[in-house]
């Protein structure tokens, strides 16, 4: 006995799949309806200014909704998702961040499905739910009569009878892949799109590099006069008293001199300590995974390190390295001075094209990138190498800090 399924059977499993996606696209169409008008209060609250700082937050709940129907739109059409390279939102001034909401084209391009959604997704949805009916009784009865002719067919001529999907029931195929298309085209970017976006995110953060830049020199700036210059100024009025009372007073041309040596000593430490903030002589010594292990050990709390394909002896570009590990010095002298935390872990590990830096803390959390603290500078340095930087410190902690930086191996 053929254990084959009914035409009918066969038809009903394969439109199921289609008609659960369109029948998922009703509550969808629900909130995108509620969504446009949350859109539409932003935008005129914003209009006052009252409403500005509730803009970027708005924009970031639309794009986890869009991001979600893209992911499952490319799901059904069997296509890869990529995510989508959104401007950031959660750094920079007020007007920096509502700047980047109303200039982003992506933002655009959301905006515009939201209504289109809520009228096309609720569409289609209920004519999924009328369709059944009427494919029920149509390919019901037509399945069964075209069934029987097929069979006799077989038998009189051999060959194997074909494949029914039905006249009513298949249409929901037809419209879940068409609801699915114009989904993923309406969200998805254009390649010019995607080029404007990509060139626009590359222009601000190399602007974050030029700054960044600048803020280094004037830092080195800052402390050769306020360090080792003063200390050799110092040093030369020294040996010029001593060069004066040599004659004289030997004994104290001789004090003179022992005050030049040790001031001497400190210019020098002072110098040392201004090229390891250049670039550390540890990391060229040592590695990274002898750096990262020599800012554990002088940590201020105890911390934990876990390296993973950066011990093999296969050295990462210098640039990588040098942003690495000034990530690792940064966030654990912040750890140390303003977390109160007990403990600190560091983890290094390569995977394929990228390297992955994580630190976190078991501290009160609370850290603003606005305050100070060190985390712009951390941001913009991984913004120029093209990396990428989460940051995440609720109040109450944890801190944890994720970096992913590009080294093409």
Not at 356 to 373: F, K, P
Not at 395 to 400: Q, S
């Amino acid at each position: 006995m053929s254990t084959a399924p009914t035409p009918l059977m066969a038809a009903v499993r394969s439109s199921w799949h289609a008609s659960r996606y369109l029948l998922i696209g009703i509550p969808v169409a629900l909130l995108a309806y509620v969504s446009a008008f949350l859109v539409v209060a932003a935008l005129l609250f914003a209009v006052v200014i009252i409403g500005l700082p509730a803009l970027p937050e708005v924009a970031k709940v639309l794009h986890r909704f869009a991001e979600s129907e893209r992911r499952r739109a490319a799901a059904y059409l069997g296509v890869p998702f990529r995510p989508t390279p959104y401007l950031p939102l959660d750094r920079g001034e007020l007007s920096e961040r509502v700047r980047r909401v109303l200039t982003d084209p992506t933002n655009r391009r959301e905006a515009v499905w939201l209504p289109a959604q809520a009228l096309i997704g609720n569409g289609l949805g209920y004519l999924t739910m009328v369709l059944w009916p009427v494919g029920m009784l149509v390919d019901g009865a037509a399945l069964s009569v075209v069934h029987l002719l097929d069979r006799r067919s077989a038998d009189e001529y051999g060959t194997p009878p074909p494949v029914r999907r039905g006249w009513v029931l298949r249409w929901h195929h037809v419209l879940a892949e068409l609801s699915a298309s114009w989904t993923r085209s309406l969200l998805t970017a254009s390649p010019s799109a995607e080029l404007t976006e990509r060139i626009e995110q590359l222009t601000e953060s190399r602007a974050g590099a030029v700054e960044a830049h600048g803020a280094e020199l004037r830092r080195i700036e800052r402390d050769l006069h306020d360090g080792a210059q003063a200390r050799i100024v110092a040093l030369s009025m020294r040996v010029g008293l001593a060069r004066q009372l040599l004659d004289r007073d030997p004994a104290a041309a001789r004090l003179r001199l022992d005050e030049a040596q040790d001031g001497a000593e400190a210019a020098l430490a002072e110098l040392r300590h201004v090229v390891r903030g250049i670039h550390p002589p540890v990391l060229t010594d040592r590695g990274l995974d002898g750096a990262v292990r020599a800012l554990a050990a002088g940590a201020g709390v105890p911390v934990t390190v876990e390296l993973d394909g950066v011990e093999d002896g296969r050295r990462l570009p210098a640039a990588i390295e040098a942003a690495a590990y000034f990530v690792v010095a940064e966030a654990l002298t912040n750890i140390s001075k303003h977390s109160g935390a007990t403990a600190a872990s560091v983890r290094i590990g390569r995977a394929p094209g990228v390297l992955l830096v994580s630190i976190g803390d078991d501290g009160r959390g609370g850290a603003d990138e606005g305050a100070g603290s060190g985390l712009v500078g951390i941001r913009r340095r991984i913004a120029a190498l093209d990396g990428t930087t989460r940051i995440s410190s609720p109040i109450g902690g944890p801190t944890d800090i994720e970096v992913e930086l590009p080294c093409g191996s």
